[in-house]
């Protein structure tokens, strides 16, 4: 008859610490809406990643343009400079007979539109084609000048709208990796009461095992909140990012983009995308980087980073550095990430390698 009663006493504990589990996963949010949110807050940080590296393309095209510009106005001016001497030159053969004052050449503080006034004319004692040559030559001047004065301002408008991108851009990714390490530290829970329930359901007294509990960690401080994997392997960002394809386009200096651009947190840990060797790599626009050659033969440039993870023989998704901004990105924390095929050669377009993983 006790051990009746005993065994009805540890079945009605059993049961009643396994609804205390099942209360624990159903107070959690469930997988697909906190999913879902993510999903929302990731696109939305992915368009306004577009609209900033369509802003920074713009900036590129507008600098490249604005130095082609700059060489065509120098050029116009040397040759409309040519032309006045020419006519300063006319005016004091013809100073007798035309009868212009020689003093409007020689003064410190040039009236212009004297000087070419009176250029224009005495060009016109000589021969008409000579006179239209001179005035196309200024027209060419002042139009070259209109061109550089608006490419200025539209340099100026694109710079203003890069900097509103990117303090929006900034914003959205704090709020996806805020999002991301909640739906870690979700997950982390749910399987600990599963695994609290699991455990009740196998012990013979009821009491519940927590060992599993002591070996989850609650991805805080430096290591990864989680490490993505898509269809194609491991994202090199373990965290909230944002990325758009721009391939081959428009940056500063003549440049032309040779990565992707993936923007995220200040410290988020990046990852080895498969396992090989990692070496520091630190200096010139790319800031602190990391050169990271795949077993597979490929290899892999991180760069911008805030400072250097493991190095040496790395597995994969092991961390190699953190998001920074060091090189050419100060105030727009990201990585720059670059994939080689077959070694250090020439870099191909990354965005469909970071897009099957992230």
């Known amino acids: ?185 979700e997950e982390r829970l749910r399987q600990e009461a599963a695994a609290q329930e699991s455990a009740q359901a196998m012990t013979d007294d009821g009491a519940a095992d927590d060992g599993a509990a002591d070996e989850s960690g609650g991805g805080s401080g430096r290591e990864p909140a989680y490490i993505r994997s898509g269809a194609g392997g491991t994202c090199p960002v373990a965290g909230g990012s944002a990325f758009s394809n721009t391939w081959g386009d428009d940056r500063s200096g003549g440049r032309r983009h040779a990565g992707v651009d993936m923007f995220s947190n200040y410290g988020v840990p990046v990852v080895a995308v498969e396992s090989g060797h990692a070496e520091e790599n630190t200096g010139g626009a790319g800031g602190i980087g990391v050169y990271l050659t795949g077993s597979s033969g490929q290899s892999y440039y991180y760069a911008h980073l805030q400072e250097v993870g493991t190095t040496g023989s790395v597995s994969e998704g092991t961390v190699v550095g953190y998001v920074g901004d060091t090189g050419n990105a100060r105030g727009t924390p990201h990585l720059h990430f670059e994939v080689h095929p077959g070694g250090w050669g020439t870099a191909v377009n990354p965005y469909p390698y970071v897009a099957s993983r992230c």
Do not use: C, K, W
Request: charged share 30%; proline share 1%.
């Open 1 to 185: 008859m006790m051990g009746r009663r005993r065994r009805t006493s540890m079945l009605q504990a059993a049961l009643a610490i396994t609804f205390a589990a099942a209360l624990v996963v159903a107070a959690i949010p469930s997988a697909p809406g906190a999913q879902g949110q993510l999903d929302q807050a990731r696109a939305e940080a992915q368009a306004v990643a577009e609209q900033f590296g369509a802003a920074e393309t713009e900036i590129g095209r507008l600098e490249r343009e604005i130095a082609d510009v700059q060489v065509a106005l120098e050029s116009a001016r040397v040759a409309y400079e040519a032309a006045a001497a020419e006519m300063s030159e006319a005016a004091v053969e013809r100073y007798v007979q035309a009868g212009e004052d020689l003093d409007l050449f020689a003064r410190e503080e040039v009236d212009r539109q004297a000087q070419v006034a009176a250029l224009s004319r005495i060009f016109s004692q000589r021969r008409s084609d000579d006179a239209d040559r001179f005035r196309a030559l200024r027209q060419d001047l002042d139009i070259r000048q209109d061109q550089l004065d608006q490419l200025l301002a539209n340099q100026e408008d694109a710079v203003a709208e890069l900097d509103a991108r990117r303090a929006e851009l900034l914003a959205l990714v704090d709020h996806l990796e805020e999002l991301a390490r909640q739906q870690a530290e």
